[in-house]
């Protein structure tokens, strides 16, 4: 006797649900949920990746923005939709393998901001910035910005 | 024409199985599929924006879930009129130093949002998105 694992149809909490082994697909706990008809599935509109050039070895002391300037197109632009993005970067020469969430900054303590912006139409680059030491050896150094976008969610 | 969908017995399973464009679903390997029976999609099951705090969102669940904030900025006109800047959704959120954080409480009854968040002065809108994923 094999429990059934996938519901269709009228009545229950949804109506089209897929469930873990042993559980109800008429009415499933949280954690029991393999697909729920009723919500919507995070579906990847595009990622890729970016490099950032290095800013160099400061030879005064001055104040870096870390930004690309080429915004990158969205492939499903429209007007009125809510995206999702997410980010994370790494620098390629000095740290490879070690990853990072954009908010942290570079090795050189006292940055700020930072992150990726998704308007209806392009995903840019935000300014992380820091005032850095001449000569510093925790100058900026090349960066790969890897970024994901999702679809819209549900109407809002 | 590529079979995509089985609903029935695939190998020695049964259950529900759909394929990316170009892969037979009878063979596709987990990374080739993009539904299949024992692995849980990410789904959402909320979202909104807040546009004044603090402010209470009711969730009502048993379990606590997992919460994606970002937020977008308001600029000042001149004639004082508000409107949405250029700079669409950020991530992370809170955004740097000059920002007034806004913080949120999650629980299994509900999200509090505290104490309004600004960009350098400018008021900002929070929107979140709440996962059928808990964090617990």
């Given amino acids: ?156 | 024409m590529t079979k995509r969908v089985i609903l029935g017995k695939r190998g020695s399973e049964y259950g529900i199985w759909v394929s990316k464009p170009g892969y037979n679903v009878q063979t596709a390997t987990n990374d080739q599929l993009l539904l299949n029976i024992s692995q849980a999609v990410d789904q959402i099951i909320m979202l909104g924006t807040i546009n004044s705090f603090s402010t209470v969102v009711p969730l009502g669940l048993s379990v606590l879930p997992y919460v994606f904030i970002n937020s977008t900025v308001f600029h000042q006109s001149t004639d004082g009129s508000s409107y949405l800047s250029n700079l669409g959704y950020m991530r992370p959120f809170p955004f740097g130093d000059s920002t007034a954080n806004t913080t949120v409480i999650v629980t299994t009854a509900e999200m509090v949002f505290n104490s309004g968040g600004s960009f350098f002065g400018y008021p900002i809108s929070v929107h979140y998105v709440v996962f059928r994923r808990r964090t617990t």
């Avoid at chain 1, 109506?15 to 697909?35: E, K, L, R, W």
């Avoid at chain 1, 139409?121 to 925790?138: D, E, K, M, P, R």
């Fill in chain 1, 1 to 156: 006797m094999v429990n059934p694992r996938i519901r269709i149809g009228p009545g229950g909490s949804s109506p089209f649900m897929v469930v873990q082994p042993g559980a109800n697909p008429a009415n499933p706990n949280f954690d029991d949920i393999i697909f729920n008809g009723n919500h919507m599935p995070l579906r990847v509109m595009q990622k890729g990746n970016i490099s950032v050039p290095s800013k160099g070895i400061p030879q005064v002391t001055s104040q870096f923005n870390y930004s690309w300037s080429s915004p990158v197109p969205l492939v499903y632009s429209s007007p009125g939709y809510r995206r999702l993005c997410n980010c994370i970067w790494y620098e390629p020469t000095f740290s490879p393998g070690y990853w990072f969430p954009w908010f942290n900054g570079v090795n050189s303590g006292g940055s700020q901001g930072g992150g990726v912006l998704v308007n209806d139409y392009y995903l840019y680059g935000l300014n992380w910035h820091t005032t850095i030491q001449s000569g510093s050896a925790f100058y900026p150094r090349a960066i790969v910005v890897w970024y994901i976008v999702y679809y819209n969610l549900v109407g809002v």
